[in-house]
Structures are given as structure tokens and as C-alpha cells.
């Protein structure tokens, strides 16, 4: 059965998947081609290519898998490591949870430090954990650089720089599934050897492409990595990128096309202004959390998310009634509390196709949820305090200065 629309649009707030824009949804609206014609490679060189802007990367080596960011995070692993081979890690939201059953369930030996969930990752923690490793056991660190499930953003200069600094040799890979092309991310300079995206969320594409890029340490460990791999093989697609041809199976020739599209905007805004607006919708929504009375269940600033909001609801309150009400009054779709903080938060995505006026009616439908479960609130108290920052920090728009 489908659920009737209701008048209007919905208002997608959840993180990820968000709002497909207009220029994308035309560009995928296609028919099926034969991508053995020569377009195909020219489409195939220019995203390629062009991805590897997002990820503020020169070095590194791109491939665009028809998955998931799931499927991502598997040909991270697979491609770059053996089975047995100890990853250093750490668990601090559903997210990295995930990532680390997966690592478990293929045969590494993971080291999971357990964080608490709103915590970060703590680079003293990092730095004991490395310097009790002299004969370099640990052949990987793999961080989730934005924690979904709890609005965590870890400070991915700082790991490197640990590892730096205990001259540790182990691979860096990075879940940047909701932070690459909304936060600030740069490849080469955080000195990251892999790291993956999912096309659902900043891009603002459906669910279906996994963007990896590899840089030229995790290339190099890829041709000794023994753990078994085929669909996810990267070097079936170095094969594939030298015939000209660039994918071992049929590509997702549509999503592809999309994902022109959604790069075409991202570049014309200008990818530090798409970087600006997210700190932008971040702060004027925690302005408004504030506002109301209500906690982040991020414990600090310094690792509050541009992306994703996790908002904690008084003891007496159920998180997942106000995601439940949202939607069925207001056709606002919000993000669950997950599993630990399940009941406890509520989550306002504010990531991808998404400009300051469609955040200001995400938090105004928030206040009336509230008010309607009892919250003691006054309407308008945070969408007062998002929107007197948001018109001060608001540039004009680009195109049309
Ligand atoms: C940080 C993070 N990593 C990985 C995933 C898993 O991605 P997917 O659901 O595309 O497999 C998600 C999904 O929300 C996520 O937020």
C-alpha cells in the first residue's frame, strides 16, 4: 500500500536520504543506453575525475561501485587489508557500530574503543593505543568522520596527526557517508588513504552509487591484501580504466548522469560555499535547540555536526512520538533515536539540496510537534533564534549577485 501523498511537498529532514534536486531528477530521467557506445567513457572519465574534487583529493584513485555506502565501506576493507589483520577503531554511534559488525563478521581482529554515544573520538585514547603497538600490529584506523546516529563530526586532522607523531604506519580510512561534500573534508591533506561516500546523502542523489577513493598507500596495499573480493575488486576497475571501458559490470548509467548533475551544482555554488551553508543550517539549528530548552546529545562543541542535529528529549519523553507526529500532522519526516539512543533523541538532518528558509520550516513544524506532546515551548522561540542568525550570515545568492 502507498501512503497518499497529503498537499505539498514532504518535508524531508531526516539525514540522508535528502531532497533529489530538480536539475538532477531531469538529468536521471532517461532511458536505458548501451554503455559499450563511446559515450559512456566520456561521461565516465569526466565523474571520475570530478569526484575526486569533492574529496579534495589529486592523488588518489576514484571508482564508483553500483552499492551502498555498506557496499563502500566492504570494498574499503576487502581491498586493503587481510583477514586477521588488527583494525584500530572506535564505537561511538550506530554508524561506526555497523562498520565495525562488518569488520568482525569478515575476520579482522578489531580493537574497538568504546565511546560514549555523543562523545567523539578521543585523541589521547588514540595516541596510548598506537604507542602500545612497536611492531606496527595494527595495519589499519578506520573513523567514521561524522557520526549520523548522534550528530559526532571526529577531527580527522587530529588523528592524523597522532598517527604522525607515533610515526605509525597503519592504513587511515575514513566512513565520510554524511560529511563529504556538506563538512569540511580534504583526502590529501588530512593524509587519509581511503575514503567513501554513498551518493544518498551530500550529493543528493537516490541511494545506489558507493564513491570510494584510494589513495596511492591503499593502491599499494591492494595488491598484497588477501581477503577475497569480486564484485568489489578495484582491480577489476584498473583494468576496466585502462581498456577504456571503466566498469566490470553494467553501470548505473542513470545515477551517473545524476551525479553530473548534482556535481554541476555543487561546483557552480562552489564547494566551500556548499561547505559554508552547512555550518550555516548547523548552528541556526542548534541556535533553536537552545532556544527551546532541549540538549544536543553531542557532549561538546567542538564536535558538533553541520550535518545532522541529534536533539535529546526530556526523561518523560519519547523520542520516536515526536518523529511519529511530525509525520502524520505535519508531513515532516525526522530522523529515530538508533538503537542505544533510541527514544532518547530525535534527529534534524540538515545536509545536501537544502537552503535556509526550507531549515527554518523544519524547525517551526519541530516547536509545533513540541507544543502538541506537551513541551512546554514558545512557538516561535527557535525559529526566532535560527532566522536572526541565518539573515545576518545569509549571502546573496551566487548567481544572481
Ligand atoms: C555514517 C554512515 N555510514 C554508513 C552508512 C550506511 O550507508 P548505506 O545505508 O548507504 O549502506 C550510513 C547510513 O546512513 C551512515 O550514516
Request: glycine letters at 8%; a neutral charge.
Amino acid at each position: 500500500m502507498e501512503y497518499q501523498p497529503g498537499p505539498g511537498r514532504n518535508n524531508l529532514f531526516v539525514p540522508g536520504p535528502v531532497n533529489v534536486p530538480e536539475q538532477v531528477l531531469r538529468a536521471m530521467n532517461r532511458n536505458n543506453e548501451d554503455y559499450r557506445s563511446p559515450a559512456m567513457p566520456i561521461l565516465a572519465k569526466s565523474v571520475l575525475e570530478d569526484v575526486k574534487r569533492i574529496f579534495k583529493t589529486t592523488s588518489a584513485t576514484s571508482f564508483i561501485i553500483p552499492t551502498t555506502g555498506t557496499g563502500a565501506w566492504e570494498s574499503a576493507l576487502t581491498n586493503t587489508l587481510s583477514p586477521r589483520d588488527k583494525i584500530l577503531t572506535f564505537r561511538l554511534g550506530q554508524f561506526s557500530l555497523l562498520w565495525i559488525d562488518q569488520m568482525q563478521r569478515l575476520n579482522f581482529d578489531v580493537d574497538v574503543v568504546d565511546v560514549d554515544w555523543g562523545a567523539g573520538v578521543d585523541l589521547s585514547v588514540l595516541r596510548e593505543k598506537l604507542l602500545a603497538d612497536p611492531y606496527h600490529q595494527i595495519k589499519a584506523v578506520c573513523v567514521v568522520h561524522n557520526e549520523t546516529a548522534t550528530g559526532v563530526t571526529n577531527d580527522l586532522s587530529g588523528i592524523r596527526n597522532v598517527l604522525d607523531r607515533c610515526r605509525h604506519p597503519a592504513l587511515f580510512l575514513v566512513d565520510g557517508v554524511s560529511s563529504i561534500g556538506a563538512l569540511d573534508f580534504r583526502m590529501d591533506e588530512w593524509g587519509v588513504d581511503v575514503a567513501l561516500t554513498g551518493s544518498q546523502k551530500a550529493l543528493s542523489l537516490p541511494t545506489g552509487l558507493g564513491i570510494i577513493c584510494a589513495g596511492p598507500k591503499a593502491l599499494e596495499a591492494s595488491k598484497t591484501a588477501k581477503s577475497l573480493r569480486v564484485f568489489f575488486d578495484w582491480n577489476d576497475y584498473l583494468k576496466f580504466y585502462k581498456m577504456g571501458t571503466y566498469w566490470p559490470y553494467t553501470p548505473s548509467s542513470q545515477l551517473l548522469y545524476g551525479l553530473r548533475a548534482s556535481m554541476d551544482m555543487i561546483f557552480e555554488e562552489g564547494l566551500d560555499n556548499v561547505i559554508a551553508r552547512h555550518q550555516r543550517c548547523g548552528h541556526a539549528t542548534r541556535l533553536a535547540v537552545e532556544a527551546w530548552g532541549l540538549k544536543n546529545c553531542t557532549q561538546k562543541p567542538e564536535w558538533f555536526s553541520d550535518t545532522v542535529t541529534a536533539v535529546l528529549v526530556p526523561s518523560h519523553m519519547d523520542s520516536s512520538q515526536v518523529v511519529k507526529h511530525a509525520w502524520k500532522k505535519y508531513n515532516l519526516s525526522l530522523g529515530l533515536g538508533l538503537n542505544k539512543v533510541a527514544g532518547k533523541v530525535f534527529r534534524i538532518g540538515h545536509l545536501g539540496h537544502l537552503n535556509e528558509l526550507q531549515l527554518l520550516g523544519a524547525l517551526a513544524g519541530v516547536e509545533m510537534v513540541l507544543k502538541d506532546l506537551g513541551y512546554p515551548i514558545q512557538l516561535g522561540s527557535g525559529v526566532g533564534a535560527a532566522s536572526a542568525y541565518l539573515m545576518q550570515s545569509t549571502p546573496l545568492i551566487k548567481s544572481r549577485l
